[in-house]
């Protein structure tokens, strides 16, 4: 943020482009400081008493603060949610496809939604749905843990499995 008739305080603290402070000062001292050394006056901690305002190059500052904002992002880790979904009636070869498949989105660190999805009056065997994601986490037990426990959501069981932590 540049610095000019916005600082609304008595006083700043102002600190010169090599990193030393000049002491406390008025905004309007520090801002016509900066400009006799070619330079503009920023506020760099608006929350402290009294604000911290720093004499820098503003276009070099922001190229900086966007530099180290890229950084961070980088470093950033996106965990993703894939969802698998079954039926009452999944037939085996299709739940041990599914469940392969789960095993590889978790050893890639992401999260898996495993949903049963019931149609019509399947929902009246609920206990079908409840066997199937239960021997889904035995089966999923050494590549992730379930976050919560199956639960009904509509006319569907839903449970959130994550990666373990090694």
């Known amino acids: 943020m540049r610095v000019n008739e916005r600082i609304r305080t008595k006083e700043v603290r102002v600190i010169d482009e090599e990193g030393q402070q000049l002491g406390i000062m008025t905004p309007q001292e520090a801002v016509k400081l900066a400009r006799s050394r070619g330079y503009d006056l920023v506020e760099v ?3 402290a008493q009294p604000p911290v305002c720093r004499i820098v190059d ?12 890229h950084e961070a992002k980088k470093k950033q880790v996106v965990i993703e949610v894939k969802e698998i979904k079954f039926r009452p009636a999944t037939d085996e070869h299709d739940y041990n496809f ?5 095993r590889e989105i978790l050893a890639d660190g992401n999260k ?24 889904l986490e035995q ?3 050494e590549n992730g843990v379930p976050e919560n426990r199956p639960r009904l959501e509509g006319m569907q069981f839903i449970v959130i499995f994550g990666p373990k932590k090694s």
Do not use: C, N, S
Request: charged share 40%.
């Open 58 to 69: 503003f276009g070099k500052y922001q190229y900086e603060q966007k530099k180290r904002a």
């Open 139 to 141: 089966d999923l037990a």
């Open 45 to 47: 901690a608006p929350q």
């Open 112 to 135: 898996v939604k495993a949903t049963v999805r019931f149609r019509g009056r399947e929902i009246t065997h609920k206990e079908l749905g409840q066997k199937l994601l239960e021997r």
């Open 98 to 102: 599914k469940m392969k498949h789960a």
